[in-house]
C-alpha cells in the first residue's frame, strides 16, 4: 500500500466539504463533515477551512451574479445542517467557536414579511456571527430588551411596508434612548429601504440585499469598521 499523506486526506475531504456548501447539497456535506471528524479533524478547523470558504466562494460569485438567490438560501441551509453536527462536538471538546458578533433580528412591528430577513440570518450565522432571531411583527422594545439580554453588538430590522418602515426609527430611538448606542450598532433592510431613509433615521447602515448584509455586520463589529 503507498504511503499515506495524512494531511492529504482531509485536505482532500475539506475541498469535497467546501464543494457541497457550495452546491447546496446538505446530506453531501453533513456526510463530509463526519468523515472529516472522523479523521480526526477539529470542528473548529472544518468550519474554517470547509465551509467558511466555500460560502466566501459563493458570496463573491452572487456579487458578480454567477449565482443567484436559491443557491444562497441552499447553501445557508446545508450549512444549517453542518453546523447542527459540528457544533455539539465543539461543545464537546470544550472548543470555543470564535463568533464574529451577535446579532439580534427581527421584522418590526406590523410586519409579517420575513423571507429576506430569514435569508439575512441564514448567511450571517452561516458567515460566523451568532443571531438571535426574533421572528416578524416585533416591537421596538422587544429588540432591546433582547439586545440587552444577550450583549448583542448588531441589531438588525427588516420592514417590506412603507408603513411600517417608521418601526425602524423607533427602533433607532429606542436604542439610543435605553443606553446601548453607540455599542450596538442598529442596520436596517427591506425592500423599500434606501440609504436616505438609513441616514435620515441615523441608523448605522444597510444593505439592499443579504451578502451586503454580511459585509456590512462585518464592518460594523470589527474595530475600524466604517459607518455606512
Ligand atoms: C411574499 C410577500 C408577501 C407574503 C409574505 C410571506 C412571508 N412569510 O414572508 C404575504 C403574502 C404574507 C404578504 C403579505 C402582505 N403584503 Co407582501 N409581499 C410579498 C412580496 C411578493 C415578496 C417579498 C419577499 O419575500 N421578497 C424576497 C426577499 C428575499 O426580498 P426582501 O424581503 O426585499 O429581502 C432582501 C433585502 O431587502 C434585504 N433585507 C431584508 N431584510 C433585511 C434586514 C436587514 C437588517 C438588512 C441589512 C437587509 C435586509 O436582504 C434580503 C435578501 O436579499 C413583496 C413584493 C416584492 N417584490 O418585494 C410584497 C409586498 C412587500 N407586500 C405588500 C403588501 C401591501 C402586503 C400586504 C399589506 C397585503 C395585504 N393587503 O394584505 C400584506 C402585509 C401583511 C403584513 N402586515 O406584513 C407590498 C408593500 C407595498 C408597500 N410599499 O408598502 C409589496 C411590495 C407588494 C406590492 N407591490 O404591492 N406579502
Keep these: 500500500m ?3 499523506d ?16 457550495i452546491e ?11 468523515q472529516v471528524l472522523e479523521q480526526g479533524l477539529d470542528p473548529l478547523s472544518a468550519i474554517d477551512r470547509g465551509c467558511m470558504p466555500g460560502m466566501d ?5 452572487y456579487a458578480r451574479r454567477e449565482a443567484f438567490l436559491p443557491d444562497l438560501v441552499m447553501a445557508g441551509e446545508a450549512m444549517k445542517a453542518v453546523m447542527a453536527v459540528l457544533e455539539p462536538e465543539m461543545r464537546k471538546r470544550g472548543a470555543v467557536r470564535h463568533t464574529r458578533g451577535r446579532v439580534v433580528l427581527g421584522t418590526v412591528k406590523g410586519d409579517i414579511h420575513e423571507i429576506g430577513k430569514n435569508l439575512v440570518a441564514i448567511l450571517l450565522s452561516a458567515n460566523g456571527f451568532e443571531v438571535h432571531d426574533l ?14 439580554e444577550v450583549k448583542a453588538d448588531l441589531v438588525g430590522a427588516s420592514a417590506l411596508l412603507t408603513t411600517t418602515m417608521r418601526e425602524q426609527r423607533n427602533l433607532v430611538e429606542a436604542v439610543q434612548r435605553e443606553g446601548l448606542a453607540p455599542r450596538v450598532k442598529v442596520m436596517v433592510g427591506g425592500a423599500p429601504v434606501t440609504r436616505r431613509w438609513t441616514e435620515e433615521i441615523a441608523a448605522d447602515g444597510y444593505s439592499k440585499d443579504a451578502v451586503g448584509a454580511v459585509a456590512l455586520a462585518k464592518s460594523l463589529v470589527e474595530p475600524g469598521g466604517e459607518r455606512s
Design 2 to 4: 503507498p504511503d499515506l
Design 57 to 61: 466562494h459563493l458570496g463573491a460569485q
Design 24 to 34: 447546496g447539497a446538505a446530506q453531501r456535506a453533513v456526510a463530509l463533515a463526519r
Design 6 to 21: 495524512h494531511n492529504a486526506v482531509p485536505e482532500e475531504m475539506l475541498e469535497s466539504l467546501r464543494q457541497s456548501i
Design 135 to 148: 421572528g416578524v411583527n416585533v416591537p421596538a422594545e422587544a429588540f432591546v430588551a433582547k439586545a440587552g
